[in-house]
């Protein structure tokens, strides 16, 4: 997954793997967590929905200014812990379509030269749009994993 094509083609069909996903998760499990400090699929999908500002906002940034440096982003330090079981995971969900969507739209009238603007990222050794929008359709294909092994997980602790 290396040409933008694959990249927006990855990000455009998110959605369809993972909401289905999450409606298969049993309404008794969908809030609880496998451990404490890991996250429930409720969290992993209202994640999924809440990280699309960033995504936004750093694209600006890596489009519009000569040497943009971004700091890297953390959840665990950015919300307080269990923050994403108060959100309503229909409008979460609801919000990941529509914002995806538009991400998607924004992405595929990016030149060429666009894919390959770069920025310090103060964790990554080098940083481009093409390798920001690789690691958000991994990161979503991350969660869709963890929310799946939620759903099949057995083994739960009572």
């Not at 998110?14 to 309404?27: F, H, T």
């Not at 665990?76 to 409008?91: H, Q």
């Not at 770069?118 to 990554?124: I, R």
Request: glycine share 2%; proline share 5%; net charge negative.
């Amino acid at each position: 997954m290396d040409s933008p094509v694959a990249i927006i083609d990855a990000l455009e069909n998110a959605p369809a793997i993972i909401i289905p996903l999450v409606r298969e998760v049993p309404k008794e499990v969908l809030q609880r967590r496998p451990q404490a400090g890991k996250w429930s699929a409720h969290e992993h999908a209202c994640h999924l929905a809440d990280v699309h500002p960033l995504f936004f906002s750093r694209l600006d940034v890596m489009l519009n200014e000569a040497h943009p440096r971004l700091k890297a982003y953390f959840p665990d330090e950015a919300m307080e812990d269990g923050a994403l079981l108060k959100v309503d995971l229909d409008e979460a969900l609801e919000r990941f379509t529509q914002d995806r969507a538009r991400l998607v739209r924004r992405l595929k009238g990016l030149s060429d030269g666009d894919w390959q603007r770069a920025a310090e990222h103060e964790e990554y050794d080098h940083y481009s749009v093409r390798i920001m929008f690789r690691h958000v359709a991994l990161h979503d294909m991350l969660h869709a994993y963890r929310i799946e092994e939620l759903l099949l997980k057995k083994d739960w602790a009572s």
